[in-house]
């Protein structure tokens, strides 16, 4: 005889909701196994003296619950090809919801030569339905506490999280909320749905989640669907339906003539001013301005989804892959013990990618991958940089200073002697000498000059502030005046 599992569910715990099928199954067997005998229906057996025996030593045995799980199913297979009956297991509720052991069950029974049986049973969805009072068909998803996350989350699903078995796990079921729900948002805690003189619903705020006592084996946590702006204007779905629906034919008339060109420099605008956001470490801004951003980007890739070659998801995959890719090190086999480690890491990934897309990296200039239209500053930075990995570079700081000392005579020379164009040159080849110094003292040329730009700004500002005081304007004024003015504005920076 083939050994053979009877998996039965017993429902979410009164007995009423016990099938008939399952019932007649656990008056036939001959070995019943049981997850827990922590359950509401173990009464029912030792009324009607059905003998069984628990996997709950198991819980005591092993630290997570992904490891008692395995235990389980490993026993059952055991004593299944050791028996010459079926061993009929029960688990709570029904045995294809949150039931894990059921799932490893049926991935191993099958090469191992045990035939399972999985029969149906009311799970706790049925009385949270009923109990609860909502309709799933009008949005619904279920989740497990211990594997929730903030990505999971939809407001406009109703949500039930099943598996919150204790205060520490309604903990961590509370702060993964609060990153989508404001901490007043309300939630309900049912405990022990349809189980008479035991059941519990209680509606809370969401900061108050784990301060409520009664946690076990039979509760859920529950948050109504919700339709308010503020939860739906918190997603990325609400933003793609903004976007596409200010580019439809309803939508506003600026919007829809925009073209990738019309708009190309607002991509660039927005993004200096993130930048600046950012070099003045100003939180509020910085906010603001990653969302212009971002705008920028939705309508790119809606312009592109409008005719049908990508939308924002592709970009979001192709980004996705492109991290998982380019970080072996996180995500692979690799290591790395250092950034300089993880930089290398990164450049590998970058040539075997274009490696893959028929590119050979042999056969490309050192100084390609460079976009054309970077400010100046910035890209001879890139240039300077290229180069120097294959030893086209100094090996100290003082023959850059001296290629500086040069370049300045030359411009002397120029502005001396030379043409307007002359000049021009040679006041070109003293910047790009000098970009070349800021690699040598690990300084990022465009970061140093906005330093000063602000510091221009700021001491230039203290003058103009000093003359409203006075009551005067700049030709009211010296140069004389103003250089007092500005060592005194550099004290005070």
Not at 421 to 431: F, K, P, R, S, T
Request: with cysteine; hydrophobic share 40%.
């Amino acid at each position: 005889m083939q050994p053979a599992i009877i998996v039965v569910g017993l429902g979410s715990g009164d007995a009423d909701q016990l099938t008939l099928g399952v019932w007649r199954t656990l008056q036939e067997a001959q070995l019943i196994r049981v997850r827990t005998d922590q359950h509401p229906m173990m009464r029912l057996f030792t009324e009607h003296g059905l003998a069984y025996q628990s996997y709950d030593e198991l819980y005591e045995q092993f630290d997570a619950f992904p490891e008692v799980y395995e235990a389980i199913a490993e026993r059952l297979l055991t004593e299944a090809q050791a028996s010459g009956q079926p061993v009929v297991y029960a688990v709570p509720g029904h045995p294809m919801v949150a039931e894990r052991t059921v799932q490893i069950l049926r991935e191993r029974a099958p090469q191992e030569g045990v035939k399972l049986t999985v029969k149906g049973g009311e799970s706790f969805l049925d009385q949270a339905f009923v109990r609860l009072g909502f309709d799933p068909i009008e949005g619904f998803q279920l989740l497990d506490a211990g594997e929730l996350t903030a990505g999971l989350l939809r407001p406009q699903l109703h949500t039930v999280i099943g598996q919150v078995y204790d205060e520490y796990t309604a903990s961590d079921v509370k702060l993964t909320l609060m990153e989508r729900y404001p901490d007043e948002h309300p939630v309900v805690i049912g405990h022990a749905l349809g189980v008479a003189g035991e059941e519990q619903i209680l509606t809370v705020p969401l900061y108050e989640l784990d301060r409520t006592p009664g946690f076990g084996n039979l509760s859920l946590v529950w948050i109504p669907r919700a339709q308010e702006e503020q939860l739906r204007n918190r997603s990325f779905e609400r933003l793609h339906e903004i976007v596409a629906i200010l580019r439809s034919p309803e939508g506003c008339p600026w919007d829809r003539e925009q073209t990738h060109q019309s708009i190309r420099k607002n991509f660039i605008e927005e993004t200096y001013e993130a930048i600046e956001a950012l070099d003045n470490d100003d939180p509020v801004h910085m906010r603001e301005e990653f969302g212009d951003v971002l705008l920028q980007i939705m309508l790119h890739s809606q312009m592109e989804e409008e005719v049908g070659t990508f939308s924002v998801y592709d970009v979001i995959e192709s980004l996705n892959e492109k991290l998982l890719f380019r970080h072996p090190h996180v995500f692979g086999d690799l290591g790395a013990e250092n950034a300089q480690q993880a930089l290398e890491s990164w450049e590998q990934m970058k040539a075997e990618e274009k490696r893959r897309k028929g590119i050979d990296p042999e056969q490309q200039s050192v100084l390609d991958g460079i976009p054309p239209d970077l400010p100046a500053l910035m890209k001879a930075y890139k240039l300077q940089k290229k180069a120097s990995k294959v030893g086209f570079d100094w090996d100290t700081l003082g023959p850059v200073l001296d290629k500086i000392e040069e370049e300045l005579g030359e411009l002397r020379a120029a502005i001396a002697e030379g043409t307007a164009d002359e000049q021009a040159a040679e006041l070109g080849d003293l910047l790009f000498a000098t970009v070349n110094a800021s690699r040598f003292i690990d300084a990022d040329p465009e970061e140093s000059l906005a330093r000063t730009n602000r510091k221009f700004l700021q001491r230039f500002r203290y003058i103009e502030e000093k003359l409203r005081i006075a009551g005067r304007t700049f030709d009211q004024t010296d140069l004389t005046e103003m250089d007092r003015w500005w060592e005194e504005a550099k004290q005070h920076s």
